[in-house]
């Protein structure tokens, strides 16, 4: 049971002084009635306002097509960000919509948004070894004795100590592979094949996990099940 008009609030239909408003003026009824007591203890599910149930009152797992050009920061300053696609509603959210981990502005691909912290934390723990493929397209033509190495387990990056966990390339043209991470590190990709000399021209996230973009267009996003990663 939660608090009304913290729950609109909370939900970024308006500010709690707004959403006391609201209510006194009978906009918001539940199971049918009229309350006009900001302070009632409510089941989301019960609420409507104006005639519409609550948007996704139990919280937001999206699967976002990311489009090259957008950063996954809350910060106004790092530029246009992903989450100027969203409903405005969403970006008013109390938990904050924000991303499991993060793509750069030049990549494009898979990235899950949610206001549930505790699927944040737990996907992006170093301890949740969830595969993460991406395409890269490069510089130069791959040597297969990337494939080793990269699958070694001793690559150390440049600036790091802790050598890479093992990861799967597969190179499926001269300047194009595909490569499974298992870790998130910052500009990951980019900087393994850096280290062998050789520059991400363009690189594609295709699968999170059990997750695909399918056919979903960039700039587009659908809703997962919150129950979509559950706890082992
Ligand atoms: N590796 C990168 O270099 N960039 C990303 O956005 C993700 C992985």
Redesign the pocket.
């Known amino acids: 049971m939660r608090r009304l008009d913290q729950l609109l609030a909370n939900l970024g239909y308006c500010s709690r002084r707004e959403a006391r408003g609201w209510i006194q003026a009978g906009h918001v009824t539940v199971r049918g009635k009229v309350i006009d007591e900001f302070g009632t203890k409510v089941n989301p599910a019960d609420v409507v306002v104006d005639g519409e149930p609550l948007d996704h009152p139990d919280g937001l797992l999206l699967l976002l097509h990311k489009p090259v050009g957008l950063v996954c920061s809350h910060e106004e300053r790092e530029g246009p960000s992903v989450y100027g696609l969203l409903p405005p509603r969403w970006r008013q959210r109390n938990p904050q919509v924000t991303s499991i981990g993060r793509?750069?502005k030049d990549?494009s691909g898979l990235i899950l948004l949610t206001d549930q912290n505790e699927l944040v934390h737990r996907l992006t723990s170093p301890k949740h070894k969830l595969p993460k493929i991406?395409r890269a397209t490069v510089s130069r033509d791959l040597s297969p004795e990337l494939i080793p190495l990269f699958a070694s387990g001793t690559l150390v990056l440049p600036d790091e100590t802790a050598p890479c966990a093992p990861a799967e390339l597969r190179i499926l043209s001269p300047r194009e592979a595909e490569l499974t991470l298992t870790e998130g590190r910052y500009?990951?990709?980019?900087?393994m094949l850096a280290s062998q000399g050789n520059e991400v021209l363009t690189?594609h996230?295709s699968k999170f996990g059990p997750l695909e973009l399918a056919d979903l267009p960039a700039g587009q996003w659908r809703h997962l099940p919150l129950d979509s990663f559950p706890k082992t």
Do not use: A, G, S
């Open positions: 793509l750069d990549t991406y500009h990951q990709v980019r900087r690189l996230r």
